[in-house]
């Protein structure tokens, strides 16, 4: 692997570089300078080595007449950049020597900056991944997303209730972003259409609209080694400017309303939508990211090859999930009403360019807008999506023989609802799922009649983690042990891991692996004392479940069964028991109520615990609040058990999964999302698998079957448990959670409890064997190569951007 520097700078020159940003953009000596000034010097610095790195990049890729790739998604969570940038430009060192002569440390700049408030999960997660890739692999690539004020929210528990505040993380944070003034779009919302046909040529005019600016702000990202570098373009809302003529008739509120109700569309990422005004925002986001990109997009493109015949030679749009949909009829839009071309022709040149990733099966994230609503907010949109279903529908007609009710299925518009993941499967060239099963399902359920109907559409890309993230930099102690054992070409090649498992049955290898761990688990336990006041025990078991909160990921399975073994030690406070400590982190969507009463209860049993002398030695639960990133990257590290437990069937893919595997912890899931692919990777002797198949659960439902209250019943541990949860403990009880598992239980966590409770049992016990289980920690390692975001994007290029 290279490890020169690849910026091109020397520490003289870098020490130049901070000493003329001090300077120049704070007016301040160095010697005077504040941690804070070095930190947004060496920001400036880096964003200007990435800014010429890029530019050179873009014309090497004109020059050669490569694709580009524009990735379009509502949230890109990127954590922090200063410690990756500078890992992947191979600088970290020269930085650091450069700091210390003016006595600053280089950890102390990176514990000054927040993390970016662009995402709320895994979906997120995947898309910053993805840039880094991209980069590394040299594929010309911008993201596009909106520049959120306040990001998701900064989870705080009050007593245990998740309440959410806002998360400044701008300041700080600004810094790496670039303005890009020059290239402001303006975006159309609500008013009304005027057409008329002039010597054959269709005319459209968007009159009485309210216009919103789309302000671009650019973060880079680079790739491994300085190969190429990402754009991430975030758009920032804002009125035109302030209506003076309302503002001199003396209507001040009207006038300030006007800018408000602009700059709001980014304020705040995913506003609650269980009302009609939260809905209208969604769509409002939604629009402008996509508005503003496709715009962009078209620029770009005409800007060197002069002509839109071309878009899908030279371009790929891609559709991450269901929210940027609105970029097809938006590009068809633009093809029409401002290039002139026919229908045709522009469906011709959207249906080749665009494509799709589903990542759910669940019925309430595939994005619908009420009809009369989406007319209203975006009028032309509207038109063109009308026409397009009726021509979809009519070809699927066509196709199926005149079969009405597979046509309504797969309509874009039926019954006064627009369904966006309908209009993605009619215009994508590929529509792809994100695990074996996930893309299994998609294919004989979620979008069934159309794969009948078109079944080279869909392809499955296996998700990916940045290794080079969640490993190299997350993960310290384990790298310098790799590196010593297999050497450095896993951080390029991560398939190179597999050269690890040789170790697996060479016992000193082993002990230092576990040492390793240990260590990572001894500063968790640091964290978890300083932040939530509790003691841990490194020696004991770390079982980690973190993840949005959300009844299918199943927390409340976790929390059941701690209350089922709390009870047993209560009992039987002598009985056999290998020291477990739970960690949970999770965040609920803020309308949600029974996560936010999962929440409380767990947190709620973790203080029950540790009031209990006689069981807190060997039984702990901690809830780490405000997962993110950041603290994601000192978790992983430190996990011993990967709680991997939705309901089979329920999971697209899973990436947290990838990256507890990674850090050598071990999976106890089902076999649901990329579960199935870990298990295929490591072996079933290597992994804590329970729980009922994608096809069981199905035959189950199918049947009927299911009877949670029965199983209550006769199940005298679940029935202890959940009565503990109606009588309730710390103050109060936990109705609504124990009678959604008894009433009904849609994600059957009571039919899976006694097993899960088996694989719970096997892993304290396999626990008992040190180099049992370092083996088996190694191999989850050595095994983990194929899940880099690396080979996803090499998968993506091939099977769907064709390069």
Not at 284 to 289: G, K, R, V
Not at 599 to 613: D, H, M, R, V
Not at 789 to 795: L, P, V
Request: contains cysteine; proline residues 3%; hydrophobic residues 40%.
């Amino acid at each position: 692997m290279n490890t020169e520097n690849i910026s091109g700078v020397t520490a003289e020159e870098l020490s130049g570089l901070l000493t003329s940003k001090l300077l120049h953009n704070f007016s301040v000596q160095p010697q005077n300078a504040t941690n804070e000034n070095f930190y947004n010097a060496l920001v400036l610095v880096l964003r200007d080595i990435m800014r010429q790195k890029r530019v050179k990049y873009i014309q090497e890729t004109h020059k050669n007449n490569t694709r580009q790739v524009y990735y379009l998604c509502m949230e890109f969570l990127m954590g922090r950049s200063l410690k990756n940038t500078l890992f992947n430009l191979n600088i970290s060192d020269v930085a650091r020597t450069v700091l210390e002569k003016y006595d600053v440390k280089l950890d102390t700049l990176f514990e000054l900056e927040p993390d970016a408030g662009l995402g709320n999960g895994g979906l997120g997660r995947l898309a910053a991944c993805f840039l880094d890739s991209m980069a590394t692999e040299s594929i010309p690539a911008i993201g596009y997303s909106l520049l959120y004020e306040y990001g998701i929210f900064r989870q705080k528990l009050v007593d245990g209730w998740q309440t959410e505040l806002p998360d400044f993380w701008l300041p700080g944070g600004e810094a790496w972003l670039l303005p890009r003034p020059e290239l402001t779009k303006q975006v159309s919302f609500g008013g009304n259409i005027r057409e008329w046909w002039d010597g054959g040529h269709h005319h459209v005019e968007h009159e009485n609209a309210n216009v919103v600016l789309a302000q671009p702000y650019d973060m880079m990202v680079p790739g491994k080694d300085g190969r190429g570098v990402s754009t991430l373009r975030l758009w920032s809302a804002t009125a035109p400017g302030m209506d003076m003529s309302l503002f001199n008739q003396g209507e001040y509120m009207r006038a300030m309303e006007q800018k408000s109700m602009a700059e709001v569309i980014t304020q705040v990422l995913y506003p609650a939508d269980n009302h009609r005004e939260g809905k209208s925002l969604r769509l409002s986001q939604q629009y402008f990211l996509v508005s503003a990109s496709v715009q962009d997009i078209v620029r770009r493109h005409l800007d060197v090859y002069g002509t839109l015949d071309t878009l899908p030679d030279m371009t790929a749009i891609h559709i991450n999930d269901t929210h940027p949909t609105l970029a097809i009829p938006e590009l068809m839009r633009i093809l029409m009403d401002e290039c002139g071309y026919s229908w045709d022709s522009a469906w011709d040149i959207v249906s080749r360019t665009v494509a799709y990733t589903n990542h759910t099966v669940m019925g309430e994230a595939l994005e619908c807008w009420p009809e009369d609503l989406f007319s209203r907010r975006l009028p032309r949109i509207y038109q063109i999506v009308r026409e397009i279903n009726d021509r979809y529908s009519a070809k699927i007609m066509e196709l199926t023989g005149g079969d009405r009710d597979k046509v309504s299925r797969m309509a874009i518009i039926s019954y006064g609802v627009i369904k966006m993941a309908n209009l993605c499967v009619a215009a994508a060239h590929s529509v792809n799922g994100v695990s074996q099963l996930h893309s299994e399902i998609i294919k004989n359920d979620v979008f069934r009649d159309a794969y009948s109907l078109m079944p080279k559409k869909f392809l499955n890309v296996t998700n990916g983690i940045a290794h080079r993230r969640w490993l190299c930099q997350a993960n310290p102690g384990l790298t310098s042990f790799i590196k010593d054992k297999i050497g450095d070409g896993f951080v390029l090649d991560a398939s190179e891991l597999s050269k690890l498992k040789p170790y697996a049955d060479d016992g000193s290898a082993l002990e230092e692996f576990l040492d390793i761990k240990r260590a990572n688990k001894e500063r968790l336990a640091a964290y978890i004392k300083e932040h939530n006041g509790i003691s841990v025990d490194p020696d004991s078991i770390f079982d980690v479940q973190v993840k949005r909160l959300h009844e299918y990921k199943r927390q409340h399975l976790n929390a059941l069964h701690i209350l089922h073994s709390y009870l047993e030690l209560k009992e039987n406070p002598n009985m056999d028991f290998v020291p477990r400590t739970y960690l949970f982190g999770a965040k609920s969507a803020p309308g949600y109520y029974l996560a936010k009463e999962i929440i409380s209860f767990i947190y709620a049993l973790g203080k029950e615990i540790e009031n209990q002398p006689d069981v807190r030695d060997k039984l702990k639960v901690v809830f780490l609040e405000d997962y993110r990133v950041t603290l994601a990257e000192l978790l992983m590290p430190a996990a011993d058990i990967s709680e991997q437990i939705s309901l089979a069937g329920t999971e697209a893919s899973g990436t947290g999964n990838m990256k507890l595997m990674m850090n050598g912890a071990i999976t106890l899931g089902t076999l649901d999302g990329a579960n199935v692919e870990i298990t295929q990777a490591v072996g079933t002797d290597n992994i804590f698998l329970f729980g009922m198949t994608a096809q069981e659960v199905e035959e189950l439902k199918n049947r009927g079957g299911y009877n949670p209250q029965a199983i209550y019943n006769s199940n005298m541990k679940i029935h202890r448990a959940i009565d503990y949860l109606f009588k309730g403990f710390g103050g109060r009880a936990y109705g609504e959670v124990a009678g959604s598992l008894i009433q009904g239980d849609a994600y059957m966590v009571l039919a899976d409890f006694e097993d899960y409770a088996r694989a719970q049992k096997l892993s304290a016990d396999v626990y008992k064997d040190r180099l049992k289980w370092g083996r088996m920690a190694l191999l989850n390692t050595a095994c983990s190569g194929g899940f880099s975001s690396d080979r996803t994007i090499r998968d993506y290029a091939r099977d769907i951007w064709h390069f």
